[in-house]
Nanobody
Framework: QVQLVESGGGSVQAGGSLTLACAASGGALSTYVVGWFRQAPGKEREIIAALSRNAGTTYYRNSVEGRFTISRDDAANTAHLQMSGLTPEDTAVYSC????????????????????WGQGTQVTVST
C-alpha cells in the first residue's frame, strides 16, 4: 500500500506562488499516474493536474493551465505541484493521489480511479 503525504500548503496573497509536495512511501510513484485534486468549501472535489507514468503526458484543468505545473522527482519519490498567479478562487484543500494505468503514456482524469490518497494540505489565497 502506498502512503502519500502532502506538504507546502499555506496562506499567500493573490498573485503569489506556492509549491506543493507529495511524498510517497511503500511504492514508487513512477509506477502510477499521479494526480492533484482540490476541494473548496461547499464544492465537489476536482482534478486539477495529472502526470502519466512515463512523465511524458500531463493533464491540466482549464482553470489552472498555464499557472500550475505538475512534476515528479523519482529519486526522491516525490511529486510536486508548482502554483503561480494564485487567486482567491484557488483556495482549497489540495490532495495528491495515484492511479494505475496500463499505458504508461496515459493520464487518468476520473477521481474514482485513484486508489491511494494523501490527507491533503490547505491553500488559502487572500486579496
Amino acid at each position: 500500500q502506498v502512503q502519500l503525504v502532502e506538504s507546502g500548503g499555506g496562506s499567500v496573497q493573490a498573485g503569489g506562488s506556492l509549491t506543493l509536495a507529495c511524498a510517497a512511501s511503500g511504492g514508487a510513484l513512477s509506477t502510477y499516474v499521479v494526480g492533484w485534486f482540490r476541494q473548496a468549501p461547499g464544492k465537489e472535489r476536482e482534478i486539477i493536474a495529472a502526470l502519466s507514468r512515463n512523465a511524458g503526458t500531463t493533464y491540466y484543468r482549464n482553470s489552472v493551465e498555464g499557472r500550475f505545473t505538475i512534476s515528479r522527482d523519482d529519486a526522491a519519490n516525490t511529486a510536486h505541484l508548482q502554483m503561480s498567479g494564485l487567486t482567491p478562487e484557488d483556495t482549497a484543500v489540495y490532495s495528491c493521489a495515484v492511479a494505475r494505468r496500463s499505458n504508461e503514456a496515459e493520464v487518468e482524469v476520473r477521481g474514482a480511479a485513484y486508489i491511494y490518497w494523501g490527507q491533503g494540505t490547505q491553500v488559502t489565497v487572500s486579496t
